[in-house]
Antibody
Framework: VQLVQSGAEVKKPGASVIVSCKTS????????IHWVRQAPGQGLEWMGI????????TYAQKFQGRVTMTRDTSTSTVYMEVNSLRSEDTAVYYC???????????????WGQGTLVTVSS | EIVLTQSPATLSLSPGDRATLSCRAS??????LAWYQQKPGQGPRLLIY???NRATGIPARFSGSGSGTDFTLTISSLEPEDFAVYYC??????????FGGGTKVEIK
C-alpha cells in the first residue's frame, strides 16, 4: 500500500492550491481517504473525508466552503483543493487511508508522505 | 466536538525506561481511541487502535489501555527509535475526528 502525494507548493494569500494523493497496492474504491494537516511545530488537524467509490465528502466545519475533495477512479488518485489561502494555512497536508465502511473505525493505517504548502506574500 | 488532552507535554526519559503517556477525553469515546507515533520529517504511524490492539508490525513493548475518558499508552522499555511525538485520536463521535495535542518523548 502506498499513498504518494504531490510536491511542495508556495502560494500567495488569496490563491488556491490543489494537493494530489495517488494510491496503489490496494483496491482504491474500497477504502475511505482522509485529509489531515499539521502546521509547523503543531499538532494534527482533521480536515475531511472522501469516499473514493461514490465521491461523497464530509468536511470539518472549519473548512466547509473553502475545501473541496475529489477523486479520480481511473488513476486511483484523490485531490484536495483549498481556496482563499491565508498565512494560517501554511502546513504539511497529509492524505491517510481510513476504513472500508463509513460505520467502521476511522483510524489511519497508511499515510502519504505529506505536502508542504507555504502561504506567503 | 470531543477534546483530547494529552499529558505530559514532554517526557524526558532514558533508553530502557518505562514510558507512560496519558490521553483524556472531554466525553466518553468508549474504546474508540488510537495512538500514533511521529518522528521529525515523517508522517504519523499507527501504533494502537481500539484502545489496546497493536497495529501490524508494532512491537510488543507498546501497549494501550483504558476506556471511556482515560487512556494510557505504555512503552515498557524505551528503545532509541522510540523517541518521538505521540498523538491520540478518537473516532467515537465525529465529525470531526480529533487528535490530542501530543506528547514528546525525549532523551534525558
Amino acid at each position: 500500500v502506498q499513498l504518494v502525494q504531490s510536491g511542495a507548493e508556495v502560494k500567495k494569500p488569496g490563491a488556491s492550491v490543489i494537493v494530489s494523493c495517488k494510491t496503489s497496492g490496494y483496491t482504491f474504491i474500497s477504502y475511505y481517504i482522509h485529509w489531515v494537516r499539521q502546521a509547523p511545530g503543531q499538532g494534527l488537524e482533521w480536515m475531511g473525508i472522501v469516499n473514493p467509490s461514490g465521491g461523497r465528502t464530509t468536511y470539518a466545519q472549519k473548512f466547509q466552503g473553502r475545501v473541496t475533495m475529489t477523486r479520480d477512479t481511473s488513476t486511483s488518485t484523490v485531490y484536495m483543493e483549498v481556496n482563499s489561502l491565508r498565512s494560517e494555512d501554511t502546513a504539511v497536508y497529509y492524505c491517510a487511508r481510513g476504513p472500508t465502511s463509513w460505520y467502521g473505525r476511522h483510524y489511519f493505517d497508511y499515510w502519504g508522505q505529506g505536502t508542504l504548502v507555504t502561504v506567503s506574500s | 466536538e470531543i477534546v483530547l488532552t494529552q499529558s505530559p507535554a514532554t517526557l524526558s526519559l532514558s533508553p530502557g525506561d518505562r514510558a507512560t503517556l496519558s490521553c483524556r477525553a472531554s466525553q466518553s469515546v468508549s474504546s474508540h481511541l488510537a495512538w500514533y507515533q511521529q518522528k521529525p520529517g515523517q508522517g504519523p504511524r499507527l501504533l494502537i487502535y481500539d484502545t489496546s490492539n497493536r497495529a501490524t508490525g508494532i512491537p510488543a513493548r507498546f501497549s494501550g489501555s483504558g476506556s471511556g475518558t482515560d487512556f494510557t499508552l505504555t512503552i515498557s522499555s524505551l528503545e532509541p527509535e522510540d523517541f518521538a511525538v505521540y498523538y491520540c485520536q478518537q473516532c467515537n463521535d465525529w465529525p470531526p475526528l480529533t487528535f490530542g495535542g501530543g506528547t514528546k518523548v525525549e532523551i534525558k
